[in-house]
């Protein structure tokens, strides 16, 4: 905002959606296409509402979803209350907050490859229960740091960054191992749409 306003900053945010649409366009170009069949006994109640381990992750991935979309909607009010309180003029603190913001949810490139690397090693339910774990205490935290040393904030902020989407990649995958393949689609939509 402080370099080119508002339009700046809408101009780039929605650039990052084209430039997906362009690299996922020259990505499926070469796919195959792969459809799998459903069988007649198959249903999407038996499938996915009745199955139980389906359901416990698209459950886990909407309450994911609550805490990361309100984690980032707070920090940045937080991180202006935060310099603010330390003396920064309103519109630096406001810049500044939203800076160290982006720096959090930078944590999502490495927490995304390396957790869902993790979780591949050591299992899925372990990974899930620590990120959990980290994740509930930095938020409990972190809203009581707001007067103490901003490097402290700054660490316990990217700790919490990296927790609250470590887990989301974790969530993806152990969808894929417990629903059919035939309806791995339907699965993912009821999820992104509770989530």
């Not at 101009?11 to 990505?27: D, K, Q, Y």
């Amino acid at each position: 905002i402080p370099l080119g306003g508002y339009r700046l900053s809408f101009l780039l945010t929605g650039s990052g959606p084209l430039l997906a649409a362009v690299i996922i366009c020259i990505t499926l170009a070469h796919t195959p296409t792969t459809i799998a069949t459903r069988k007649k006994e198959q249903k999407f109640s038996k499938e996915v509402l009745e199955n139980k381990p389906a359901m416990l992750l698209i459950s886990g991935y909407s309450f994911h979803n609550w805490e990361l979309q309100g984690m980032r909607s707070w920090i940045p009010a937080f991180l202006f209350a935060c310099l603010a309180l330390r003396g920064v003029d309103r519109g630096s603190a406001a810049g500044f907050g939203a800076y160290i913001t982006a720096g959090f949810h930078l944590m999502a490139l490495l927490a995304s490859y390396s957790m869902g690397t993790l979780s591949d090693r050591l299992g899925r339910g372990r990974v899930l229960i620590t990120l959990a774990a980290v994740s509930a205490a930095c938020s409990f935290v972190l809203g009581w740091l707001v007067a103490w040393p901003l490097l402290l904030v700054v660490a316990v902020g990217i700790l919490y960054g990296f927790a609250t989407l470590g887990d989301s990649p974790v969530l993806s995958t152990g969808l894929t191992e417990v629903v059919e393949p035939a309806y791995l689609g339907s699965a993912f939509g009821l999820r992104s749409l509770l989530g």
